[in-house]
């Protein structure tokens, strides 16, 4: 069966700056990769050298058939010092956008993707009361440089620290915590990924806003939304309020707060069962991808679902995507999630777009290079570029605006129940 799409559905990929571009050495997580020990794994140095092959890398996702790119433009490169901007590195991002533009590629730019300059960081981060007004000022001036894009994403994942700052914490200690400081010049919070729940809920929060408003005030019919970790939250039987509790911790705070964006940008990777012993993880013997999460391709629309009940906002996925080296089971994750997707849009959930995570093989920040998320391979001694099959599955997808539906018909649902975790249709 095939199922279309609706017209006009974004489809694309997505990057960050740090993860693809090289030699981000103005950035408070460059600083943190050189500390010695470090709480990276290996440093990102040239990365894929995104920065000098910006052009060619769009050309490669024009032919594949893709029509949106969304990448980040760097903080510190703009404003390596505070309130210095960078006249060059404003100029490399409407070069970036041209590129888009010039080959039918929808630029779509993310102005915060985890990443500070080193002075932000020196200065407290998000810990700051400074943050939201020097976070605006950057957004303001590139938004008054910059033009080309009728989409922009504020920040990437805010919620993110929420639920990742306390499992960092707990592994980051001794002689680790002591050398990332160092290198840092302050403590650890004021990195965005052990920001305090604090900070995400008062600075994160209204840096959105001023950014969001800095950005339309420049450009008033361009789409702009904040993009949201989220996963899909089920439960055991008997853990319902526990997985009630994970919702309210770590989504519904963003998302009230959110909900009168133009869009909420959501980026799902797996689903995670509240138990009643208090833990949440992924179903147990299930397959996993190469990162350690369920591959459970489902919980896409079940995010969308939660995420357009609660706050009634267009959707964008702005991330979705599968790590491994098993490039046929990336292409079945793709349509698995996208035909969950579709039956979302069929019941009334207002979904934009998709943008799969990731265009190429890139830096997984603490995990370096090992994760393989992309849709093409770029062999690190030479950078080139080596297309997936997957990428043109999803191409194929993109210009026919429509998939071949899977056998499987995911069936959308938000509780579990261990008895019924080896149904082949998926869980509900
Ligand atoms: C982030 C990406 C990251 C991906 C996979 C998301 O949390 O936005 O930067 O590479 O997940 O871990």
Redesign the pocket.
């Known amino acids: 069966m095939t199922v279309g799409f609706p017209e006009g559905f974004i489809w694309g990929a997505a990057t960050?700056a740090h993860?693809v571009e090289g030699g981000n050495s103005n950035s408070d997580a460059w600083v943190l990769e050189h500390a010695v020990p470090s709480i990276f794994r290996e440093p990102s140095g040239d990365a894929i050298d995104h920065w000098n092959r910006f052009e060619d890398d769009v050309a490669l996702l024009a032919a594949l058939g893709l029509r949106a790119y969304r990448f980040s433009i760097e903080w510190a490169r703009i404003e390596p010092r505070e309130g210095v901007f960078s006249r060059a590195a404003i100029d490399h991002y409407q070069r970036c956008i041209n590129a888009c533009l010039e080959r039918g590629v929808q630029p779509i730019p993310t102005f915060h993707?985890?990443t500070a300059p080193i002075w932000v960081a020196r200065d407290g981060g998000l810990t700051s009361a400074k943050f939201p007004e020097r976070f605006a000022r950057y957004c303001e001036k590139v938004a008054r440089e910059l033009s080309g894009f009728q989409y922009a994403c504020t920040i990437?994942?805010l919620n993110?620290p929420l639920f990742m700052r306390e499992k960092l914490v707990a592994a980051v200690n001794g002689d680790l915590k002591a050398a990332a400081e160092a290198a840092l010049g302050s403590s650890l919070d004021s990195f965005f990924l052990f920001s305090p729940r604090e900070a995400i809920l008062k600075q994160g929060l209204k840096a959105h806003a001023l950014a969001r408003d800095a950005i339309k005030a420049q450009h008033p019919n361009c789409q702009v939304g904040a993009t949201l970790?989220i996963q899909d939250e089920q439960a055991e039987s008997g853990a319902e309020a526990f997985r009630d509790e994970r919702n309210a911790q770590f989504y519904d705070e963003c998302l009230d707060a959110l909900k009168n964006d133009d869009f909420i940008g959501v980026?799902t990777?797996t689903r995670l069962i509240a138990r009643k012993d208090g833990s949440a993880t992924g179903a147990e013997g299930a397959p996993r991808t190469m990162?350690g999460w369920e591959d459970y391709p489902q919980a896409l629309a079940n995010t969308c679902r939660y995420v357009f009940e609660r706050t009634g906002a267009p959707i964008v996925i702005t991330?979705n995507?599968w790590?491994g080296l098993d490039d046929t089971r990336r292409s079945e994750f793709i349509r698995e999630a996208l035909q969950g997707v579709h039956h979302a849009i069929q019941d009334g959930v207002d979904v934009r777009g998709y943008l799969y995570?990731?265009l190429f093989d890139n830096y997984?920040?603490m995990s370096g290079y090992e994760?393989k998320?992309g849709l093409i391979g770029v062999d690190r001694n030479t950078q080139a570029r080596k297309i997936k099959p997957s990428a043109l599955v999803l191409g194929d997808i993109a210009q026919n605006n429509s998939l071949v539906a899977p056998d499987i018909v995911p069936t959308p649902t938000r509780n579990f129940s261990p008895d019924q975790e080896s149904s082949p249709v998926g869980i509900g």
Request: proline letters at 5%; glycine letters at 4%.
């Open positions: 960050a993860q993707h985890f990437n994942e993110l970790s980026q990777y990162i991330e995507g790590a995570w990731t997984e920040w994760p998320f």
